[in-house]
Each structure stands twice: as C-alpha cells, then as structure tokens.
C-alpha cells in the first residue's frame, strides 16, 4: 500500500547519470544545435494548445534515456496509477490525494453536488437574485483564508481578469496583519458585501481572526440574524464554522483528501467562480482535466510533467542547482509564482525519506521569478552574468487578450530573445568587436571581459495559445503533476506540511507570553531581548 519505498540514488540509472553529467559539462547547447539540426524538434512537445520547447536544455538523447529509465526504475507508472484511483499515498496523515476527482469527468456524487451548490450561489449573487440585508445587490466580496485557501483564488481572479464579466470586486484578506484587514475596510459597507471564510480546517488562527474582525464590522451595523446573507464559509469542519455564527446552508463542503494547495478546483474556487461565472470555471477545470488525462496516458517520452520533472532533478540534484526560476510574460499571470511557491515548495521542501530517515541528496527546488519584461530589469543579470546556474521556465502566448499587436510582438520578441540569449551567450571575439566597433580600442581597458557572455544557461519555453480558463487550468495541473512527479523520485511525502506546524505552535506560545512577564528561562536570548524590546514602553 501507498507508494513504494526506493531510494533513487541507489538506482542503476542514478548511478548512470552520475558519471554521464560529467561529460556532460563541458559541453556547449550550441553546439548541439549546430551539429543535430533536428535538436529543437527532437525535444519538444506539441500538445493542444501547448507548444513546450526543451531543447536549450543540457540534455542530450543519453540523457533523456537515462532519465526515464530513472521514472521507471522509481515506478513511476505505478505511482500515477495509485495517484488518480484513490489510494492513501499522502501517508502521514493517512489520506488520498484527489484533487484530479475535483475535475474529472463523472464526478463523485459528493463533489457534483458540491458544484451544483456552488453555481446557484454563484449566479444568485451575479444576477442579484441573492440580496443583503437592506435589499442591496452585493457588490463586494471578501475572500479570508490563507495558504493554498487564498493564493490559488487571489492568482487565478488575477489571471482571468479578462474573463470578468460583471462588477463585483474581490477583496482578498490573508494576513494577520492588522494593516490589510484596515484598508480593506475602507474600501467596503456591511450591506453590500458578501464575506466568504475558507478554511479547509476552520483553525487557522489569521482566518479565524480575520473572520472575527469583519463580523464585529458587520454587527456593528446591522444584527445577527443578517449574518446569513452575508457571511458564507468553505471548508471541511461544518461544525466549526457553524459556532462562528455561519448558517448551515451558507456552508460549502471540502474534503480531507484535497489539500489546501491543491483545492483550487474545489469550493475554494468560489471567488473565482462569482468573478468569471460557473461556465468559465467549467472550462477551467475541463483544461485541468484535459492535462490529468496526458499525465495518466501519455508516453513518459511525450509526457510534458514528467519531462518537466525529469529535467528539475536532472539539474537539482546532478547540476546542484538550488533553485528554478518561472518568468510569465503575461502580466495577468503575475501571481503565478507566489502559487507555485506554496505548490512547489511546500509539497517538496522535505527532508526526510518515504521510509521515514533522513535524506542524503537535495530535494525541492527554491521556486522565485516574476513577469517579463519586468524582471529583465530586474534579476536578469544574474541569470546571464551571475555564477549560479538557474534553470528558467519561459511561459507565454501566442495570441494576446488585446488588439495591439505591436506591443505584444515587443513582448513577444523579449521572451524568445531571453532564452537566446542565454542559450548563445556572447563570445569574447564577438565581444572585442563589438567594441572595437564602437570605441576601436578593445586592449586600453578590457571591456570584453565584462561585455562576455558564457550562455549555455538552461530555459525551457511553453508557449501557449492563449490565456482562457482552459489553458490556465491545464497549465496549473501541469505544474501540479510536475511536482508529483519530483516528489515520487525524491522518494519523499509531497503531500504533508508539518514543517509548517512548529513555528504557529512557537508564534502562540508568544502570543501568551506578551500578556505576561516572560524569563530568560522560558526562551533563548535572542527571542528574549526581542520580546522585551517589543514590550518596552
Ligand atoms: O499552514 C499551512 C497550511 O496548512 C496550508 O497548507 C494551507 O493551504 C493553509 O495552511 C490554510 O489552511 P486552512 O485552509 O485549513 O485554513
């Protein structure tokens, strides 16, 4: 039961690419190109709407060999087998990880009627069917929730804002910090807007306080018995959110075998759903699920996740490369990498194997990165000039939401001149003539050396069609997937968090302390001396 147990360095393909990537790295892509004209089509997958370059990799077809005889020696088939049936594979808290349920085709009885639920409550607030407490339309809406319960609503509202179709506003309230719940206040009046508490596990102390604080706003205007028409909840504890004064009807269900990360496509999606309409949401989830069936069905040759995957531990743990960076050019996808953060980094920031000891080789990546073209003014610096080697995901669409074509032709030409740039680099010839060109003289000061360029640095390119529910939902699950695929060879649990656990238990046993008069006994004195300089008058 659960997944199998294999500690991937010990695996004949390992050990393989071990000795492979040393000879390996003294090798130049471009030269790959010139001497294999096929390189580009020979690694790259065309599949819908997606077109995924891989070729500026430093892989060759040895490489790729060894990498899914790797995926095949950690079973990788039988992982994505157990995955979409149901087994409890998350098994330190013994559960099933089934967000693909969430999206698929016959859906559970459960899950069916939790959508039915959630696209009349969506269209009854849309068309103003659903009023507030003074008759009022609700114009506002208030998703409180953090981690995965706030991020995946927050970045897909962000990036389908094209696709909004009425005028509601979503305000997002995630942090315990006093300062975004006051501005959120400003911007809001009780009677017209509809407050929704996500919280898979009703316990999260910034919800609940949050929750807290936009209910002694409400009741400060009208009374309890109006808290129904505008406060909804989210989660899998009914029970919880009941005491908070939440009405029965007013709760969508969750379940324990979505994790928070990966709930996107549940009832958390609720905000997005009132933003884009339920059949937008359809097709958000049909992209999900279009992407669930290539992963389950596809060739690990043909396989965009598993690739993608394959070429992450490839440059993790043989490159020793710490972190990967995500560069969207689309500015509606400019919180795509704060998502992946928690999606990656929570699901593979562990430490210790399947087999419950501690592991002896690098696991999850440092996920960073921002939009282009911003972020060519940036950090890009440091990806062309800097001493460490980041992998790069180009994302970007072939057809914008606009009608200036120009400019997206502009944007366009940056994201392919980026991965070409890393790609060729800048030779020193190139360099000294180029210079020679503008000052002629390249020997009075070495400018070439600072101008020189190594390329040879790795980016990966998805150019997509366009930016619709659908390819943001495939485009989601691939990641997702992607991740999966990473933990199963790490030989990891990439569906827990308890890294997360310590510091809430620390922060509220602080939190008990500020009201007394702590020791230097009770804490190192480090935190002591901060919790007295706090204290101090
Ligand atoms: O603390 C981390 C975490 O458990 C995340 O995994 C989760 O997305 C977030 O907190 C919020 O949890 P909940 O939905 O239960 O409030």
């Given at each position: 039961?659960?997944?199998?147990?294999?500690?991937?360095?010990?695996?004949?393909?390992?050990?393989?690419?071990?000795?492979?990537?040393?000879?390996?790295?003294?090798?130049?892509?471009?030269?790959w190109?010139?001497?294999?004209?096929?390189?580009?089509?020979?690694?790259?997958?065309?599949w819908?709407?997606f077109?995924?370059?891989y070729?500026?990799?430093?892989?060759?077809?040895?490489?790729?060999?060894?990498?899914?005889?790797?995926?095949r020696?950690?079973k990788?088939?039988?992982?994505i087998h157990?995955l979409?049936?149901?087994?409890?594979?998350?098994?330190?808290?013994?559960?099933a990880?089934?967000?693909?349920?969430?999206?698929?085709?016959?859906?559970p009885e459960?899950?069916?009627?939790?959508?039915?639920?959630?696209e009349?409550l969506s269209?009854?607030?849309?068309?103003?069917?659903w009023r507030?407490?003074s008759g009022k339309?609700?114009?506002?809406?208030?998703?409180?929730?953090?981690?995965?319960?706030d991020?995946?609503?927050r970045m897909?509202?962000?990036?389908?804002?094209?696709?909004?179709?009425?005028t509601?506003?979503?305000?997002?309230?995630?942090?315990?910090?006093g300062?975004?719940?006051?501005?959120?206040?400003?911007?809001?009046i009780?009677e017209t807007?509809?407050?929704?508490v996500?919280?898979k596990?009703?316990?999260t102390v910034?919800?609940m306080?949050?929750?807290?604080i936009?209910?002694?706003?409400f009741l400060k205007?009208?009374?309890?018995?109006?808290?129904?028409?505008?406060?909804?909840a989210v989660?899998?504890?009914?029970?919880?959110?009941?005491?908070?004064?939440?009405s029965?009807?007013?709760?969508?269900?969750?379940?324990?075998w979505?994790?928070?990360?990966?709930?996107?496509?549940?009832?958390?999606?609720l905000?997005?759903?009132?933003?884009?309409?339920?059949s937008?949401?359809n097709?958000?989830?049909?992209g999900?699920?279009?992407m669930?069936?290539?992963?389950?069905?596809?060739?690990?040759?043909?396989?965009?996740?598993?690739?993608?995957?394959?070429?992450?531990?490839?440059?993790?743990n043989?490159?020793r490369?710490?972190?990967?960076?995500?560069?969207?050019?689309?500015?509606?996808?400019?919180?795509?990498?704060?998502?992946l953060?928690?999606?990656?980094m929570?699901?593979?920031?562990?430490?210790t194997s399947r087999?419950?000891?501690p592991i002896?080789y690098?696991?999850?990546?440092?996920?960073?990165g921002a939009?282009?073209?911003?972020?060519?003014?940036?950090?890009?610096?440091l990806?062309?000039?800097?001493?460490?080697l980041?992998?790069?995901?180009?994302?970007?669409?072939?057809?914008?939401l606009?009608?200036?074509?120009k400019?997206?032709?502009?944007?366009?030409?940056?994201?392919?001149?980026?991965?070409?740039?890393?790609?060729?680099?800048k030779?020193?010839?190139?360099?000294?003539?180029?210079v020679?060109?503008?000052?002629?003289?390249?020997?009075?000061?070495?400018?070439?050396?600072f101008?020189?360029?190594?390329?040879?640095?790795?980016?990966?390119?998805?150019?997509?069609?366009?930016l619709?529910?659908?390819t943001?939902g495939s485009?989601?699950?691939?990641y997702?997937?992607?991740?999966?695929?990473?933990?199963?060879?790490?030989?990891?649990?990439?569906?827990d968090?308890?890294?997360?656990?310590?510091?809430?238990?620390?922060?509220?046993?602080?939190?008990?302390?500020?009201?007394?008069?702590?020791?230097?006994?009770d804490m190192?004195g480090?935190?002591?001396?901060?919790?007295?300089h706090?204290k101090?008058?």
């Amino acid at each position: 039961m659960g997944l199998a147990t294999i500690n991937p360095t010990k695996t004949s393909a390992w050990k393989k690419l071990e000795k492979h990537v040393d000879s390996l790295k003294n090798q130049e892509m471009k030269t790959w190109f010139s001497q294999h004209p096929n390189r580009a089509k020979q690694f790259s997958i065309q599949w819908k709407e997606f077109y995924v370059d891989y070729s500026k990799n430093r892989l060759t077809e040895e490489t790729l060999k060894l990498l899914l005889q790797l995926a095949r020696e950690v079973k990788l088939e039988e992982a994505i087998h157990k995955l979409f049936s149901g087994e409890a594979i998350n098994q330190t808290e013994n559960r099933a990880v089934l967000h693909t349920a969430l999206r698929k085709k016959n859906k559970p009885e459960e899950v069916q009627q939790a959508l039915s639920k959630m696209e009349k409550l969506s269209s009854d607030i849309r068309t103003g069917e659903w009023r507030g407490f003074s008759g009022k339309k609700i114009t506002d809406i208030v998703n409180i929730g953090i981690g995965g319960s706030d991020l995946g609503p927050r970045m897909t509202v962000e990036a389908l804002q094209h696709y909004h179709d009425n005028t509601l506003k979503i305000h997002f309230l995630s942090n315990v910090d006093g300062d975004q719940s006051a501005e959120i206040l400003k911007k809001i009046i009780p009677e017209t807007t509809l407050v929704i508490v996500v919280s898979k596990s009703f316990r999260t102390v910034e919800t609940m306080s949050n929750a807290k604080i936009l209910q002694d706003w409400f009741l400060k205007a009208t009374s309890k018995e109006n808290l129904k028409k505008h406060f909804v909840a989210v989660t899998s504890n009914s029970v919880a959110a009941q005491q908070m004064g939440i009405s029965y009807e007013n709760i969508l269900p969750m379940w324990d075998w979505v994790g928070g990360r990966f709930s996107i496509w549940s009832t958390v999606g609720l905000s997005l759903c009132l933003y884009i309409g339920f059949s937008n949401f359809n097709k958000f989830l049909e992209g999900a699920r279009q992407m669930d069936e290539h992963f389950e069905s596809t060739t690990f040759k043909e396989n965009i996740p598993v690739i993608l995957a394959l070429l992450s531990v490839w440059y993790n743990n043989f490159f020793r490369c710490e972190s990967q960076a995500i560069l969207p050019y689309s500015h509606y996808l400019s919180l795509l990498v704060p998502y992946l953060q928690q999606a990656v980094m929570e699901s593979n920031g562990k430490s210790t194997s399947r087999a419950g000891v501690p592991i002896p080789y690098q696991t999850g990546s440092i996920i960073w990165g921002a939009t282009g073209t911003n972020a060519q003014h940036a950090f890009f610096q440091l990806l062309h000039q800097g001493t460490k080697l980041v992998p790069c995901d180009f994302i970007g669409f072939k057809k914008p939401l606009h009608n200036n074509t120009k400019s997206h032709d502009l944007l366009m030409a940056n994201f392919m001149a980026q991965t070409e740039a890393l790609l060729k680099g800048k030779t020193k010839a190139q360099v000294q003539q180029e210079v020679k060109d503008q000052s002629g003289d390249c020997q009075a000061f070495p400018l070439w050396a600072f101008k020189e360029f190594r390329g040879n640095k790795p980016s990966t390119t998805l150019l997509i069609d366009q930016l619709t529910p659908k390819t943001l939902g495939s485009l989601i699950a691939l990641y997702e997937h992607k991740i999966f695929v990473e933990g199963l060879i790490w030989n990891i649990f990439s569906f827990d968090q308890w890294g997360v656990e310590y510091g809430k238990q620390l922060a509220a046993t602080l939190f008990s302390r500020f009201a007394q008069n702590p020791t230097p006994e009770d804490m190192d004195g480090s935190t002591f001396n901060l919790v007295r300089h706090y204290k101090e008058e």
